[in-house]
Nanobody, 126 residues
Framework: QVQLVESGGGSVQVGDSLRLSCAAS????????MAWFRQAPGKEREGVAT??????SETYSDSVKGRFTISQAKNTVYLQMNSLKPEDTAMYYC?????????????????????WGQGTQVTVSS
């Protein structure tokens, strides 16, 4: 049974940094597409970043490019978030699609990912 457990969220000030973690378990494939999405109240779920665990290639949404970095170590995926802005406030979700590479359009639709964590809240105050 695939499990994704996020942690690391919190309340910070503008310009601060946070690192989110996603601990993944319940599968053996080492070539997977892992992603971070976020959802603010009243808004659709938005793709933030993807990483292919087999090759490490990364993609980012324009809104976070240059500020956020996705990485992986063993069965954990991280999202390093720097220079945080109030518009980064959202629930952040880890997602997975197993035994596959990532595609350039993966961030456009959360339905491309069948497995999800429960989310971790990030609040950025000015």
């Amino acid at each position: 049974q695939v499990q994704l457990v996020e942690s690391g969220g919190g309340s910070v000030q503008v310009g601060d940094s946070l690192r989110l973690s996603c601990a993944a378990s319940g599968y053996t494939s080492t070539s997977n597409c892992m992603a971070w999405f976020r959802q603010a109240p009243g808004k659709e779920r938005e793709g933030v970043a993807t990483i292919h665990t087999g090759g490490g290639s990364e993609t980012y949404s324009d809104s976070v490019k240059g500020r956020f970095t996705i990485s992986q170590a063993k069965n954990t995926v991280y999202l390093q978030m720097n220079s945080l802005k109030p518009e980064d406030t959202a629930m952040y979700y880890c997602a997975a699609r197993l035994s596959t590479t990532c595609r350039s359009w993966d961030l456009s639709d959360h339905r491309y990912f069948p497995y999800w964590g429960q989310g971790t809240q990030v609040t950025v105050s000015s």
